[in-house]
């Protein structure tokens, strides 16, 4: 008897089923109780019928087939707040809640480098698919604070300004302040394409689409991006997923600094993370506290960045520099005032430099490196101090010395902090395609207050300074 079309087709229908079954039988859930939809306000969903831990996923199937997922971020008596990672249209009340029994984790390896990616860990570059088997929790693991190794390398960041005056030890975390439009980005392209590292992860999280291609291919480029993993969450995502794209950037950087590498770490910006969180927090009826902000989201930061450092003795380190967003230049900005607690320094720029054309706009005088000590000699130490001290002085005295309210001769120090001027300025000031290296950027500082020199006046406080600083070769 020959098989007849209606045949094949039932045989096929057939074989459908089984491989349905045989789906089933290899699912070690066990029974799996499902709920369903039953309210959605703004991005939170609403179930009641099942059970699932936080941080849990739940697939949400409509009638219609629209089909997404979602994780577990609070529950009540009876029912559990869900929020969902992609788009959400097409849901509909009533909807299937199925836990599926798993938690977010991180796609980690060797695989990554060169590539750009979504919070998901899912390929945005259009260069095929990520085939990955390492994966790690997304939210990390406890680190033992007494296991890591103390900060004592100092790191080149190519930029003579942070070098000589806020140096930076391998293994450290910085902030760095900025209000909208004053070089950020500039300045942390800058530290990506200069800083000596095996291995750079950025996490450009809910900042605008426009600056991932940008950063990609202008500041990265294609040998940058060789040894560079970048993590992508336009602001235009899920504030779940967002919060998602900073942790797994760490995660990738816990890989690597596991396998003994020293990683730079460049997360932009802090402040977005805050506000995806307080978006969760709000939706799920945290109460707010300071400007808005649920006190969840002042847990949440130092989860995040206590990830980043040192590793255990022989191990790697994870070099991190925070951007934080300071609204309205406001640096007593909720989010500014809590990085700043947890970080091991912070670097701040100013609008009035960069209005003046002044770049990098860093404001060394509310700027701070802890760990700077650790990491240079006495002499740079003593350098550093001079330099800070005229620096100062001249911008306490500006207004004065602006309107020709000072009288020269008035003040021996005031007199040098004017003369100096000139010189510190050019010091400060760095062209973004010119790197200058630690050791350059050292000899530079003591050029200008050499530890002994026939040609020198001495000052209170034990400080030397020449009396030509003006020749300096700037």
Same mark, same amino acid.
Do not use: W
């Given at each position: 008897?020959?098989?007849?079309?209606?045949?094949?087709?039932?045989?096929?229908?057939?074989?459908?089923?089984?491989?349905?079954?045989?789906?089933?039988?290899?699912?070690?859930?066990?029974?799996?109780? $499902?709920?369903?939809?039953?309210? %959605?306000?703004?991005?939170?969903?609403?179930?009641?019928?099942?059970?699932?831990?936080?941080?849990?996923?739940?697939?949400?199937?409509?009638?219609?087939?629209? &089909?997404?997922?979602?994780?577990?971020?609070?529950? !009540? /008596?009876? @029912?559990?707040?869900?929020?969902?990672?992609?788009?959400?249209?097409?849901? $509909?009340? !009533?909807? *299937?809640?199925?836990?599926?029994?798993?938690?977010?984790?991180?796609?980690?390896? $060797?695989?990554?480098?060169?590539?750009?990616?979504?919070?998901?860990?899912?390929?945005?570059?259009?260069?095929?698919?990520?085939? &990955?088997? /390492?994966?790690?929790?997304?939210?990390?693991?406890?680190?033992?604070?007494?296991?890591?190794?103390?900060? *004592?390398?100092?790191?080149?960041?190519?930029?003579?300004?942070?070098?000589?005056?806020?140096?930076?030890?391998?293994?450290?975390?910085?902030?760095?302040?900025?209000?909208?439009?004053?070089?950020?980005?500039?300045?942390?392209?800058? %530290?990506?394409?200069?800083?000596?590292?095996?291995?750079?992860?950025?996490?450009?999280?809910? $900042?605008?689409?426009?600056?991932?291609?940008?950063?990609?291919?202008?500041?990265?480029?294609?040998?940058?991006?060789? *040894?560079?993993?970048?993590?992508?969450?336009? =602001?235009?995502?899920?504030?779940?997923?967002?919060?998602?794209?900073?942790?797994?950037?760490?995660?990738?950087?816990?890989?690597?600094? /596991?396998? !003994?590498?020293?990683?730079?770490?460049?997360?932009?910006?802090?402040?977005?993370?805050?506000?995806?969180?307080?978006?969760?927090?709000?939706?799920?009826?945290?109460?707010?506290?300071?400007?808005?902000?649920?006190?969840?989201?002042?847990?949440?930061?130092?989860?995040?960045?206590?990830?980043?450092?040192? !590793?255990?003795?022989?191990?790697?380190?994870?070099?991190?520099?925070?951007?934080?967003?300071?609204?309205?230049?406001?640096?007593?900005?909720?989010?500014?005032?809590? #990085?700043?607690?947890?970080?091991?320094?912070?670097?701040?720029?100013?609008?009035?430099? #960069?209005?003046?054309?002044?770049? +990098?706009?860093?404001?060394?005088?509310?700027?701070?490196? *802890?760990?700077?000590?650790?990491?240079?000699?006495?002499?740079?130490?003593?350098?550093?101090?001079?330099?800070?001290?005229?620096?100062?002085?001249?911008?306490?005295?500006?207004?004065?010395?602006?309107?020709? =309210?000072?009288?020269?001769?008035?003040?021996?120090?005031?007199?040098?902090?004017?003369?100096? %001027? +000139?010189?510190?300025?050019?010091?400060?000031?760095?062209?973004?395609?010119? +790197?200058?290296?630690?050791?350059?950027?050292?000899?530079?500082?003591?050029?200008?207050?050499?530890?002994? @020199?026939?040609?020198?006046?001495?000052?209170? /406080?034990?400080?030397?300074?020449?009396?030509?600083?003006?020749?300096?070769?700037?």
């Amino acid at each position: 008897m020959m098989n007849t079309p209606s045949m094949d087709s039932r045989y096929t229908h057939l074989a459908e089923r089984l491989r349905r079954y045989r789906d089933r039988l290899g699912d070690d859930r066990g029974l799996v109780v $499902e709920g369903r939809l039953t309210r %959605m306000v703004g991005l939170t969903l609403e179930a009641i019928g099942c059970r699932a831990v936080i941080g849990g996923q739940c697939d949400i199937v409509s009638s219609n087939g629209t &089909h997404i997922e979602a994780e577990v971020v609070g529950f !009540g /008596e009876d @029912n559990l707040y869900l929020m969902p990672t992609g788009d959400i249209q097409g849901l $509909e009340q !009533g909807a *299937r809640v199925i836990p599926t029994g798993r938690v977010c984790e991180a796609v980690v390896g $060797e695989h990554l480098l060169g590539r750009v990616i979504d919070g998901a860990g899912k390929p945005l570059d259009g260069l095929g698919a990520i085939h &990955h088997d /390492e994966r790690r929790p997304l939210t990390g693991t406890t680190f033992n604070p007494l296991a890591r190794t103390p900060i *004592r390398e100092p790191l080149d960041v190519g930029v003579r300004a942070i070098n000589a005056l806020l140096s930076v030890g391998r293994g450290q975390r910085l902030g760095l302040f900025a209000g909208s439009g004053v070089g950020k980005s500039v300045l942390l392209g800058m %530290m990506t394409r200069y800083t000596n590292a095996d291995v750079t992860v950025v996490g450009l999280i809910g $900042e605008r689409g426009r600056e991932v291609k940008e950063f990609v291919e202008n500041i990265l480029g294609k040998e940058g991006l060789k *040894r560079a993993v970048v993590v992508a969450v336009p =602001a235009d995502n899920p504030p779940l997923r967002r919060m998602h794209g900073a942790m797994l950037a760490t995660s990738i950087a816990e890989n690597f600094r /596991e396998q !003994g590498k020293h990683v730079l770490l460049l997360m932009d910006s802090l402040t977005r993370f805050a506000q995806a969180q307080r978006e969760i927090a709000l939706a799920i009826h945290e109460p707010p506290a300071t400007k808005g902000y649920p006190p969840s989201v002042f847990a949440k930061l130092p989860q995040l960045v206590e990830r980043a450092g040192n !590793g255990d003795k022989g191990g790697g380190s994870i070099t991190a520099f925070y951007t934080v967003l300071a609204e309205g230049d406001d640096q007593n900005d909720p989010i500014a005032d809590a #990085a700043r607690a947890i970080l091991d320094g912070h670097i701040v720029l100013s609008r009035r430099l #960069a209005e003046a054309g002044h770049y +990098p706009a860093v404001e060394i005088e509310a700027s701070i490196s *802890r760990a700077m000590n650790d990491v240079t000699s006495y002499s740079h130490q003593d350098a550093a101090r001079s330099f800070k001290h005229l620096y100062s002085l001249y911008q306490q005295n500006r207004d004065l010395i602006s309107v020709g =309210a000072y009288e020269p001769g008035s003040n021996e120090q005031i007199d040098m902090a004017i003369s100096a %001027m +000139p010189a510190l300025s050019r010091f400060l000031r760095q062209d973004m395609h010119a +790197p200058v290296t630690l050791a350059q950027s050292q000899e530079d500082l003591e050029a200008l207050f050499p530890a002994e @020199n026939e040609n020198k006046v001495e000052m209170p /406080e034990g400080l030397n300074l020449p009396k030509q600083l003006d020749g300096y070769p700037g």
